[in-house]
Each structure stands twice: as C-alpha cells, then as structure tokens.
C-alpha cells in the first residue's frame, strides 16, 4: 500500500501544496521541480511526520562551496612545468 499525501506543509505550518492526494515518489518529483525552477531553495527535502508530509527547507549555501581548492588538488599541480 503507498500513502498519498494531499497536503505538504512547511515546517512553519504554511501550506506547499494542497490538492489531488501524490505519493511521496510524485512529491519528490514536485519539489524536485521546484528546486528547479528556484521557487524552493537548494537542500530542501521531504520528511514524512506523524503521517503528515513536510517540506524542511535546506540551508542556505555555506561560505565553503565558492572557495578555491587547495593548490595541491589544482589540475595545474599535477604537471610539470
């Protein structure tokens, strides 16, 4: 038997999605889609709770993603000059 969830719901309680009853394979498609067309942010998931499905929003991109890799991992390094 698959659940089907006819309304998402933020973690603050406001409404993702209201509707025709998904599975959560479909949901994911969904936010999959959202996360697309940026209307939900990067690392956003789905968690089944007490029954209910909820959207937890991802955090926002660490100051670590838009660093440079060290030298050593350079591919520059790698040859010889």
Do not use: C, K
């Amino acid at each position: 038997m698959t659940n089907a969830f006819s309304q998402i719901r933020h973690t603050d309680g406001r409404a993702y999605y209201q509707g025709t009853p998904l599975s959560l394979a479909d949901a994911q498609i969904m936010l999959n889609d959202d996360i697309l067309r940026r209307r939900v942010r990067v690392g956003a998931y789905l968690r089944v709770d007490d029954g209910r499905l909820v959207l937890v929003n991802g955090p926002a991109l660490h100051p670590w993603v838009s660093r440079l890799a060290p030298s050593a991992l350079s591919p520059r390094a790698a040859r010889p000059e």
